[in-house]
Nanobody, 113 residues
Framework: QVQLVESGGGLVQAGGSLRLSCVVS????????VDWYRQAPGNERALVAT???????NYADSVKGRFTISRDNAKNTVYLQMNSLKPEDTGVYYC???????WGQGTQVTVSS
């Protein structure tokens, strides 16, 4: 019943920026912490960023200082602002709602050198 829909992925040159969005259906969005994960070819899916219901954030060391996760509860949306992108940021990015136990289908981010 609950659906997460990511958007905003695409192709960008190194040093550029993208903003990913994840819209979460349902009335319980505000009660769930939300994560962004990414999966590069040949690698396991890895946690990139987390935002709690209270708005606290945490980031993987590899993206700290470059990525910002935020949420707008009125819009049932979580964002991932990605700046100073590097080729190693390439992968499929997924949003995950912890309390809702739900995943999006992913959006492709490709960073060219």
């Amino acid at each position: 019943q609950v659906q997460l829909v990511e958007s905003g992925g695409g192709l960008v040159q190194a040093g550029g920026s993208l903003r990913l969005s994840c819209v979460v259906s349902g009335r319980f969005f505000k009660f769930s912490s939300v994560d962004w994960y990414r999966q590069a070819p040949g690698n396991e899916r890895a946690l990139v960023a987390t935002i709690t219901t209270a708005g606290s954030t945490n980031y993987a060391d590899s993206v700290k200082g470059r990525f910002t996760i935020s949420r707008d509860n009125a819009k049932n949306t979580v964002y991932l602002q990605m700046n100073s992108l590097k080729p190693e940021d390439t992968g499929v990015y997924y949003c995950h709602a912890q309390f809702l136990n739900a995943w999006g289908q992913g959006t492709q981010v490709t960073v060219s050198s």
